[in-house]
């Protein structure tokens, strides 16, 4: 039997760029733009992105809450795209979903038992509905005699976070997608929380599609990494690989900004400054989308669109046509070397 949970084929969700009432428009705002990803069971796949890139879009694609334009999402070898709602409806037992925002992601009005029985209820799952919300909140470490009949507002950020992933995996789904799980949390909580998602994937076996802004705070989570630019995946490849061996110019820059933990090193490196604004995902730029802010590009690069290939070494992907040398970098990622010619 395969060990695939998660196999994403050429996945395009494009929206109509709204033009005015009445007005129909030929312009699409392309959030996700061709992208293929996949992921074995009990394994992390790290996303990582600016702001715009696409990252919500894909989450939102996967648990059924955007239609795709094009392509194929297949979970457990099965394709998933065109469930009707009732399929939809048992699917998401099996995939569930953190929020970046732990504030608005809970109501506010409903007790914390409350909360976190939901799913149970929606899936008439109430046998011994109390003791299993208890194990859930000890599972995630909320104290259940004092926390159960509270309201969200009485909980700190890192707290109404815990609460989210224990209503989260209450039904023992196969799949999370956390969409930013700690981007809205004070640095010290994001570790805990980062923390709790390991342990409880290695005791129920889950796989997490984990996305972020941020490269270092998937270093150690993730057992693959992609990174998106303007809806497209420009690099793919196991962490390792993709740590040690960053080929693409977009990811040496993200590398580049992650500070190095011996003061004399960071001292001596330079940070890459991308060229230029971000351009809008609704007027991405031809060829190669990342030409306008590449220290590599050529003009070669402007007329044509790279594709996403290996290069080199086998599972490593890269979506450009100079990738940087790979015996140019050291441990931390970051290019010290020279550039192709
Ligand atoms: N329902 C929608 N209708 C039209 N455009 C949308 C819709 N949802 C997202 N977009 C656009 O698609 C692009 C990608 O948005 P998305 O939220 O997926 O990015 P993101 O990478 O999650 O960004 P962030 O890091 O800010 O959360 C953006 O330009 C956004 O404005
Ligand atoms: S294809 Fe050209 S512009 Fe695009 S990332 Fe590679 S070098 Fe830069
Ligand atoms: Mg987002």
Do not use: W
């Amino acid at each position: 039997m395969s060990d695939e949970l998660l196999n994403i084929r050429d996945l395009n969700v494009h929206f109509p760029v709204n033009r005015g009432l009445f007005k129909k428009s030929d312009d699409y705002v392309k959030a996700v733009n061709g992208v293929s990803l996949s992921v074995n069971k009990g394994e992390t796949i790290g996303i990582v992105g600016e702001s715009g890139c696409g990252k919500s879009t894909l989450a939102r694609t996967i648990v059924g809450l955007e239609k795709p334009t094009s392509g194929d999402i297949l979970f457990e070898g099965e394709s998933i795209t065109s469930y009707n709602a009732k399929q939809m409806h048992q699917l998401r037992r099996d995939i569930q979903m953190v929020f970046q925002d732990p504030f608005t992601s809970l109501n506010p009005r409903m007790k914390v038992g409350d909360i976190i029985a939901a799913p149970l209820r929606a899936y008439n799952k109430t046998n011994h509905l109390e003791r299993r919300v208890k194990e859930l909140m000890e599972l995630v470490g909320l104290n259940p005699d004092d926390h159960y009949n509270r309201l969200p507002h009485e909980f700190s950020g890192g707290q109404r976070q815990r609460i989210g992933i224990a209503r989260a995996i209450a039904l023992e789904p196969k799949l999370i997608i956390c969409d930013e799980p700690v981007s809205a949390l004070d640095v010290s909580v994001q570790a805990q929380v980062i923390n709790l998602l390991e342990d409880l994937q290695k005791e129920l076996n889950i796989t997490y599609v984990f996305i972020a802004h941020d490269l270092s705070l998937i270093k150690h989570i993730a057992d693959k990494v992609g990174v998106m630019y303007l809806g497209e995946m420009m690099e793919m490849s196991d962490s390792d690989s993709f740590y040690r061996n960053a080929r693409h110019p977009y990811t040496n820059a993200l590398l580049s900004a992650i500070p190095l933990p011996d003061p004399d090193r960071e001292k001596n490196r330079e940070q890459i400054v991308l060229n230029g604004e971000l351009p809008s995902p609704a007027n991405p730029p031809s060829g190669c989308v990342f030409h306008t802010r590449c220290p590599l590009a050529r003009d070669y690069c402007k007329e044509n669109t790279p594709l996403m290939e290996t290069k080199g070494s086998n599972d490593h992907y890269v979506s450009c046509f100079f990738p940087i040398e790979s015996d140019t970098l050291d441990e931390f990622g970051k290019s010290v070397g020279k550039q192709p010619d």
